[in-house]
């Protein structure tokens, strides 16, 4: 099937730092979405794009959809401990599967204070 | 308050039984999915459901079931055929097919 791929698969950071990762596709997509994962729960929605070139932000948090539509990226700013946690990139392919979402195997983040 | 709900959060059985994971929300959303999730990794569709009465198996359904005899509800059925069942298992549901998911708090379980 559909396969995101998601990078960095995980990262470690200083409280205060910058964070970006990534998701591409070899297909096109007409949603991404950004979830993050707090251990022991659900996924959480961060962010929900739905045009190319789209540029949203929640907070720290900024998202972008490609313009090419086969890829996404989160920047999250200044980061900060509660930050931790898996970040899931997800998206809607336009062709062959799109009653539901390809996720990717996720970025775990680590800020060390 | 809306929102989607699985109980129990933890759950143990013995190797052989049957068990089923609940799922309950009260969204409205016609579309509902079961995904499985081993440490360190991502998000494995298992079933999915589009609408009442309705499902598709998903990436790994072999060793599970499921049924959606009403709106609200989507149980999953962990069978003794599934060869690994202990795992993290996360419910989902969305206003429709391959819109945005929102996720329950996941089940835990743990077969020993």
């Known amino acids: 099937g559909q396969q995101l791929n998601q990078s960095p698969q995980s990262m470690f950071i200083q409280e205060g730092e910058d964070v970006s990762m990534n998701c591409t596709s070899s297909?096109?997509?007409?949603?991404w979405l950004w979830y993050k994962q707090d251990p022991g729960e659900g996924p959480v929605l961060l962010i929900a794009?739905?045009?190319?070139?789209e540029l949203t932000s929640n907070g720290r948090l900024t998202a972008q959809f490609g313009i090419t539509r086969k890829d996404s990226f989160l920047n999250i700013s200044a980061s900060i401990p509660s930050d931790v946690g898996i970040y899931f990139c997800?998206?809607?392919?336009?062709?062959?599967?799109?009653?539901?979402?390809?996720f990717g195997k996720g970025t775990k983040l680590t800020v060390n204070p | 308050d809306g929102g989607i709900t699985q109980s129990p959060k933890y759950l143990f059985r013995k190797e052989g039984q049957n068990v089923t994971l609940s799922c309950e929300q009260n969204?409205?959303?016609?579309?509902m999915y079961w995904y499985r999730q081993d440490p360190g990794q991502g998000l494995r569709l298992i079933y999915y459901?589009?609408?009442?009465?309705?499902?598709q198996k998903g990436d790994i359904a072999e060793g599970y079931s499921v049924s959606r005899e009403k709106k609200e509800s989507f149980p999953l059925t962990v069978t003794s055929a599934q060869k690994n069942p202990t795992a993290f298992y996360l419910c989902?549901?969305?206003?429709?097919?391959?819109?945005?998911?929102?996720f329950g708090q996941g089940t835990r379980l743990t077969v020993v």
């Open positions: 989902a549901s969305s206003i429709g097919g391959g819109a945005e998911a929102f």
């Open positions: 297909s096109i997509f007409n949603t």
């Open positions: 794009l739905y045009k190319a070139g």
């Open positions: 997800a998206g809607r392919p336009s062709q062959g599967g799109s009653e539901k979402l390809v």
């Open positions: 969204l409205n959303h016609d579309a």
């Open positions: 459901s589009q609408i009442v009465n309705d499902f």
